[in-house]
């Protein structure tokens, strides 16, 4: 196991998902902050559209980077688990805020745009509508504190950053 893991959100670093931002209706609290979620009264959400048009995700410049990092960090870990070296790399995870309802959908979609799989896929529960910063702190608190130490976090979300 690494003692180091970089994490990635999904939504707005590797996959486009402005084309199914039409089927709900946020509203922003502040001109300069990111949107609110747990505020927004949601007069018009069609969430089940919204998740329909999911596989149409485009791939977005940040999966590049993605990819590059977890075969770098596979290859690494299998050098290291045959003794011929002794750096250790991070390994890559995806900390998103789809609910977990979506994970077969998400797979699929990594495999059909050459995504490689991440060691994990941490997403929130169905039921789940807490802001993002909230519910990714606790990922991070249950899976990561104490354990391996987050040396890269790339996610397109301010307050998850700031929380961070």
Known sequence: MSSYAILFD????????????????????????????????????????????????????????????????????????????????????IVTCRPEKMRAVTVEWFIRNGLLQPRAMHMRADDDDRPHAEIKLEIYKEFYLGREEVVALFDDNAETIAAF
């Open 10 to 93: 999904l939504d707005g670093v590797l996959a486009d998902w402005s084309h199914r931002l039409h089927h709900i209706r946020l509203t922003k609290i502040d001109g300069d902050k990111p949107y609110d979620w747990s505020l927004d009264p949601k007069p018009y959400a069609d969430w089940d559209a919204f998740y329909a048009a999911m596989p149409d995700d485009p791939v977005l410049p940040g999966a590049l980077i993605y990819n590059m990092l977890v075969n770098q960090s596979r290859y690494l870990h299998r050098q290291v688990s045959l003794g011929k070296v002794s750096a250790d790399w991070p390994a890559v995870d």
